[in-house]
């Protein structure tokens, strides 16, 4: 039973000791604990966490079946080690060790886990109207135990002696209890119903651990490890990033409270101040978040200060138990806060698009009222008879064609690549298209921008007409080039700001045609040439054009330059229709998950894993059916799921189509399954109290609440 070092004492007892331990007195039962690689390796795991717990200590295995434990102490340098089958001994070899002996089971464990497992076990009860007052007295007649399972599981109460006066009455009734527990799904493992009816705590501590673990866990995983593993996960999520919290296990990362605190206030910011606490105030932060998770959460204090503060560890399973109320708790949130942020997503893309519409109106005024003053100044022909003035006159009028019309040129055609860009964006999204007021449409600054284009021709002619009669010639073959290439740049300005085809990706392979198109052109180069033979001749202007090579050079420029912008912002547009609805952030997330559940680093999960990396990551199944669809699904037959298949399916569960049909869902949700919703409702992480006070401000309203429904519809094409 115990190495070189060991005792061993397997002492006998009467009663319910004896019953307690009847079930070792078969060597084939210890040879199978012996062979339970899981059990023995967590063990032996848990010891090597805490070495110095044991090195050079007097160590006592109460209630000892294979003696395992005691061969693990010795083997992390326990003093000696001793095994003994019945607690009564405990007493006794308590009184002979030293100060420093360590317990790894007494009743320490059995008083935590007892008050905190009845605390849980009421919080169900009371809405049957029934109390459990002692756990180790009170499942006697195994009537309250089926009123606990009739109220967690709803299974029918099975004919039952109502009043049990005798033991064999209590016997049968602690049976069908049994029958009715392992009926409901909970495997009670080795209990009888002798235990229930002798009153052994162990046993009916460990009965309640594992409805605990089956009705409170079972969702987040499979298995007691896999749950653990999954809750942790879970918990260190939601804390990351908060001041001085590390959460590791369910024992010693919760003593200080801070944990507890950061839980709360990742989900509820507003019911605790996380910055004003210090980690040093163990029991006031402990107090503060029992109090709030009781008051403001509806969460029964299942634990104590004292439990967390005065004890040496926390006892895991009743830490476990509290924590894991938490994890139900907030789950339905998580799913609002996923409604929240689409709801959040449509009111920002619609705010966006209103100023988007603002900047845009504000630009055409801008523009309309400078043509408006320009041609009023262009349109004054009293020129003087000094040719000199006149010289100057149309000096002045070059320099304004040269520096400030292009300026307002390059405006107008940012203008209108604004206008091009909000219907895209409109399209892309599948939103119904926005018109401009009459007015400000890009057909009216059109109109208004070639009546400038004819004052300014009308202005040229004068003035060329004025100074004297030029040079034909020469200056009718570059005015016919100057003229073609103003139209071919003309041209292909609006072919570029007007693509044909509302398909992103027919338009980004026109536009590129068109940028190929532009760059290898020699018409700039032709007219270079045109003017060097025209200056060598002494011929400083042309009555047959209005387009100057400098001018020219600059329209060829800004048409190179909005060209490459509308491919830019095409291909952008195609990258966000290819990843819409996918944070970045969240596919980080699934590789940290996927990694972490990794264990063996095979790149690959198996059923196991990836059922818990699943649900870690809030992904639940509806039954066991829907999750070996989704798993076979996944792995073709192969049993592993490998990481790139594993990402894509995420993406699909997590993905935004922003759709009518999910904004609508997401509203919904937020209203509590209702047509309407209020004011209040919208309060909801990530919304912001902007974005809230434009959904009031902006949709309709039905019978004092906002009709989403309707604003909705008329949102989408």
Known sequence: MASSSSQSGNNGGDGGDVEYFESYFDFSVHELMLKDAPRNDAYNRALSLNPSDLRDKVVLDVGAGSGILSLFADAHRARTATDCALPTIMSVASQQAPDNTVRLMDKEWENIQKKTFTKWANSHLVKKGSKIADAEADFVDGILLMKLINTLFRTAMPKHNARCAIRPQQLDNAQIAIQMTESAGVRLNFLKPNHLVDKDLKMILGMLWAIILDYQIKGISVEEMSAKEGLL???????????????????????????????????????????????????????????????????????????????????????????????????????????????????????????????????????LDWIQQTSATLSDHNFPDDIEQSRELLERFKHYKLNEKPSRNQFKLDTEASYANILTKLRANNRVAWAAPAGHTVQDVDAHWDQLAQVESDRFRALRDHISKLKEGMRLHYATVANNFYQWVTDLKNSVLEAPDSDLQKQQHYLQGKLLEIENSDKLRELEALTKQMEAAGIDENPHTDYTLEELSLLFDQLKNIASKKVHFIDGQIVAQTKKGVDPALIQEFKETFKHFDKDNSNSLDRLEFKACAQSLGVPFRDDDAFEHEFQSLT?????????????????????????????????????????????????????????????????KAGGRIDYDSFVTASFV
């Open 233 to 367: 996960l879970w918990c260190q999520r939601k804390t990351k990033g908060y001041r001085d919290v590390n959460v590791e296990n369910f024992t010693t990362s919760w003593v200080n409270g801070l944990a507890l605190a950061a839980l709360i206030h990742r989900h509820r910011p507003d019911l605790i101040d996380f910055d004003s606490l210090k980690k040093e105030d163990k029991a006031h932060n402990l107090k503060l978040c029992f109090d709030v998770a009781e008051r403001d959460l509806g969460i029964a204090p299942l634990l104590d200060v004292e439990d967390l503060v005065n004890v040496a560890r926390p006892d895991e399973r009743s830490v476990m138990t509290y924590i894991s109320e938490f994890y139900h708790k907030f789950s339905s949130q998580d799913t609002k806060e996923v409604a929240a942020r689409r709801v959040q997503k449509f009111v920002q893309f619609a705010q966006g698009m209103e100023e988007m519409e603002r900047q845009y109106l504000q630009a055409t005024s801008e523009l």
């Open 636 to 700: 073709g037959g192969d049993q592993q799921v490998f990481f790139d298949p594993f990402v894509d399916w995420m993406i699909k569960q997590t993905e935004d189509t922003d759709s009518a049909a999910q904004i609508k869902a997401s509203f919904k949700l937020l209203a509590n399954d209702q047509a309407h919703i209020g004011n209040d409702e919208l309060h909801v992480q990530p919304l912001t109290q902007n974005e809230v006070a434009f959904v009031v401000d902006r949709f309709p």
